[in-house]
Every structure is written in structure tokens, then in C-alpha cells.
């Protein structure tokens, strides 16, 4: 699964303003629902509640949070570079700049899980991490998330 199968390029935002985590899901909520067609509130409630079982804060300063919603036909995907940093309750306590929005159809099962994988595989390679945060422009973001993964990071 390469990620561009998950995210379009205006799928990208390069300096998304937030002060709290909270704030981030709502903002990435409202950006959702204008790619999905759903409901704002539907993906904020979905994904408050998957952040209530455990925080999608990954460490390294990423998130990936992510939920199922009934009414969605596809994976669909939506990245932020954070303007700052913002607590995020993430595994290392360290804030959150770089968010990965993941949204699955209810009955995805594996496939959510391979996407979930491949999201972190990519924004595990310090290279892609690293031109993310030295980039202003949303097509350049874009072209780091997709590139192939180098061998040593492929597993």
C-alpha cells in the first residue's frame, strides 16, 4: 500500500495553526468533512473517542489518529504539519508536529491496520520526518510522504 492511495495532494496542509490537541481533531475534523462529505461532528466524536482509549501521540513528535465511520466508502487520508508544537499526550510526552488523520470504513479491518503501518513506517524514516518540518509547501510535504521507502526502512 503506498500512501498516495490514501492521501490526495490537497490533502495537505503545511502550517496548520492549533494550540491544543483538541483543537488539531477539530480543525482536521472540519477539513475531513469537506473531503468526505460527512459529518464534522461525526469524525470529531469518532475520533475523541479513539483518543479516550489511548492517545494516538506515537512519539517523535507524530500522531496518527484514526477511526472507523460507517458511512465512508474508502480509506481516506489527511496530513498536518503543525505550525507549533501543542501537547498531544504522546507515548514520549513530547508535543506533536506532524499529524497523520487516518479515516477507515467501519468494516476495513486489515486494511486500516496495513494503512495505520504503512503511515508509521513513513514518518518513522528520519529523512522523510526531517524535510516534512523543513517545508513550507504542502506539494513538497506531499512528495515526502509518498517517495518509496529506502530498504533499511521498508520492514
Do not use: C, W
Request: glycine share 10%.
Amino acid at each position: 500500500m503506498d500512501l498516495s492511495d490514501l492521501l490526495d495532494k490537497d490533502a495537505v496542509i503545511a502550517g496548520l495553526k492549533a494550540k491544543s490537541k483538541k483543537q488539531v481533531i477539530q480543525d482536521l475534523s472540519a477539513r475531513a468533512a469537506e473531503l468526505t462529505g460527512l459529518s464534522e461532528r461525526e469524525i470529531f466524536d469518532t475520533l475523541l473517542q479513539r483518543e479516550r482509549l489511548g492517545s494516538t501521540g506515537v512519539g517523535h513528535g507524530i500522531a496518527i489518529p484514526h477511526g472507523k465511520l460507517t458511512r465512508l466508502d474508502k480509506l481516506v487520508g489527511l496530513f498536518a504539519r503543525l505550525d507549533k508544537p501543542v501537547e498531544f499526550d504522546a507515548l514520549d510526552d513530547e508535543p506533536v508536529d506532524i499529524v497523520f488523520l487516518l479515516l477507515a470504513p467501519e468494516g476495513a479491518g486489515a486494511d486500516h491496520l496495513k494503512a495505520l503501518a504503512r503511515i508509521a513506517r513513513q514518518l518513522r524514516d528520519g529523512a522523510v520526518t526531517q524535510g516534512i518540518r523543513g517545508s513550507t509547501d504542502p506539494g513538497e510535504i506531499y512528495g515526502f510522504l509518498t517517495q518509496p521507502l529506502t530498504s533499511s526502512n521498508a520492514a
